[in-house]
């Protein structure tokens, strides 16, 4: 898939801190990224010219989220625009099939809206911006500060491998390999 298209989207995507990056160039720069993210604390709503953390809305029930959190990624998500997400970690434990209907959701808004997406393993992301297919939130934090020379936790006042931060930095690593992938 080769493309002259300069709009990467790379979304983190989650119930409680789902993060997008939008990469606008050729030239892959942080400079040029955006991040939209939703959280459910105060502390962590901001607006600045590149990050903008906002609140989710009130949900009756679980559908309802579902559609509160897939309706705002789609807003965020600008026309004609190469996607990727995160694919599903597998051996992930918890709630792992709210988080399939809920990425479903967005999956289904994403093509009924006719945007195409792909997917990347988690693996793939973490090896490309670590070298290492199992490496940490921190290890994923450290390659970014040293990468972009920007602390996002002085920013957004959270600790290092919390959320959003940690989502947030996801979020540019998978636009970042969709890039590399795709553009040229």
């Known amino acids: ?14 119930m409680s801190s789902p993060s997008i990056c939008v990469h606008r160039g050729k030239i892959w720069s942080f400079s040029n990224c955006k991040f939209y993210y939703l959280t459910d604390k105060k502390k962590h709503e ?9 609140r989710h809305l009130d949900y009756a029930c679980q559908e309802e989220r579902y559609d509160n959190i897939s309706a705002w990624a789609i807003s965020k998500i ?44 988690p693996s793939q992301i973490k090896k490309f911006a670590t070298t290492k297919g199992n490496a940490t939130k921190m290890f994923m ?38 890039h590399c992938q795709f553009i040229k």
């Open 1 to 14: 898939m080769r493309t002259t298209s300069k709009v990467i989207v790379g979304i983190d995507y989650s």
């Open 46 to 54: 901001i607006d600045t010219p590149n990050i903008i953390g906002e």
């Open 78 to 121: 600008p026309k004609k625009s190469i996607i990727y997400l995160e694919d599903y970690a597998f051996a992930a434990k918890g709630v792992v099939f709210n988080i399939g209907e809920c990425c479903g959701i967005l999956k289904h808004k994403l093509w009924s809206s006719n945007y195409s997406y792909g997917t990347f393993a």
């Open 141 to 178: 934090h450290e390659s970014f500060i040293e990468e972009t020379q920007f602390d996002i936790s002085a920013v957004i006042n959270c600790h290092e491998g919390e959320s959003p931060m940690s989502d947030i930095i996801d979020s540019y690593y998978i636009a970042k390999f969709a």
